[in-house]
């Protein structure tokens, strides 16, 4: 059983549109992290969230963890072919020294 | 140096070889983690090291998988008698730990993998 689930796994939008992708799990976390990974390359930090019911925004993207603390979701506004990648979220389902663990990810793809 | 180093960059090898990859985290960042990514796949878990010390080995695929890790600092991943199926992207990654907040992962760009 994937202790982290992300939906969809893929998605193909035209720029300018919006989206959000999920991230879900029957586990309560800590914390979460989102991650976006470019080809060739490894995954790069976006954000970690912390408080129940938190939302971040980063310029476009939205995050928002849950309040029960058991998934998030990322909403991009406006979308840009420089968003297109691989998101993934990541946890770790215990506070302190456990391994960071990872859900599938969503391929995104914007086009132009 | 700045980032976590990964070599090689690329490997190509016989089925039946062994192969070693090596990850070198960033100074200072105590846990260590190892990843597989398959082609468009997720990352899958493989071992954790806190220190020297891997408190959790239970994403290794099997026991031709073994890794190492000396001095706090540079980690060996280890594949026996490797066959088709270990093909992938072998990802490194290295934080720093902390009582509660899940402190950022930095990855490296990883080792491609191919058995032929």
Redesign the interface.
Known sequence: TQLLE?SPQFLSIQEGENLTVYCNSSSVF????W?RQEP??????LV?V?TGGEVKKLKRLTFQFGDARKDSSLHITAAQPGDTG?Y?C???PN???????????T?LSVIA | GAGVSQSPSNKVTEKGKDVELRCDPISGHTALYWYRQSLGQGLEFLIYFQGNSAPDKSGLPSDRFSAERTGGSVSTLTIQRTQQEDSAVYLCASSLETAYLLPPAFFGQGTRLTVV
């Open positions: 992300q800590s914390s979460l992290q991650y060739g390359e490894g995954p790069v930090l970690t912390v691989l993934l990541a946890g770790a506070s302190g020294n456990t391994p960071l663990v990872f859900g599938k990810g391929r």
